[in-house]
């Protein structure tokens, strides 16, 4: 008798359990960050990172004054993209597809896309060019290590 009263209430107690308790989007995937995007520091300029590369005060301040700056010369472009992510959203929501505009945005996308890239490119060259030959050899020691282990998760 207990065991026939104690399989529903357990699988009740369960049920509730998960639909009481807060989601994980409620929550936050990344708890410690707030909603809204907050000033990062550049990986580069994380206390560990200095540590680890023996970066000078001077060197420091180069590298935050190219981050600044490109962050300056990326907002346009990053503007732009997220308008057109929000043309392309309701382009997508019309019952009949007008292809060409669709198209149309796809490509204004991939340009800008590219572009961000490029400048990306151009930050982390200006950036290795302020840095020690011993520096740069610990940079990409570090970047082939991070590498490999994503390399292996990936196996799972």
């Given at each position: 008798?207990?065991?026939?009263?104690?399989?529903?209430?357990?699988?009740?107690?369960?049920?509730?359990?998960?639909?009481?308790?807060?989601?994980?989007?409620?929550?936050?995937?990344?708890?410690?960050?707030?909603?809204?995007?907050?000033?990062?520091?550049?990986?580069?300029?994380?206390?560990?990172?200095?540590?680890?590369?023996?970066?000078s005060e001077e060197?420091?301040?180069?590298?935050?004054?190219?981050?600044?700056?490109?962050?300056?010369?990326?907002?346009?472009?990053?503007?732009?993209?997220?308008?057109?992510?929000?043309?392309?959203?309701?382009?997508?929501?019309?019952?009949?597809?007008?292809?060409?505009?669709?198209?149309?945005?796809?490509?204004?996308?991939?340009?800008?896309?590219?572009?961000?890239?490029?400048?990306?490119?151009?930050?982390?060259?200006?950036?290795?060019?302020?840095?020690?030959?011993?520096?740069?050899?610990m940079v990409a020691?570090?970047?082939?290590?991070?590498?490999?282990?994503?390399?292996?998760?990936?196996?799972?």
């Open positions: 008798m207990k065991t026939k009263l104690l399989l529903p209430l357990t699988a009740f107690l369960a049920l509730a359990s998960v639909t009481i308790s807060e989601p994980a989007h409620a929550i936050g995937k990344h708890q410690g960050y707030d909603i809204e995007k907050q000033e990062r520091t550049p990986m580069i300029l994380t206390d560990r990172a200095v540590n680890k590369l023996g970066l060197q420091q301040e180069k590298i935050q004054a190219l981050y600044d700056q490109a962050k300056v010369t990326t907002a346009k472009d990053k503007e732009q993209l997220g308008s057109l992510k929000k043309q392309w959203k309701t382009l997508a929501k019309e019952d009949v597809l007008n292809t060409q505009e669709l198209e149309a945005v796809a490509n204004q996308q991939a340009q800008i896309k590219a572009k961000l890239k490029v400048k990306r490119l151009q930050l982390h060259k200006a950036v290795h060019s302020l840095l020690s030959e011993d520096q740069q050899a020691k570090l970047k082939h290590k991070k590498r490999k282990g994503q390399r292996r998760l990936q196996r799972g």
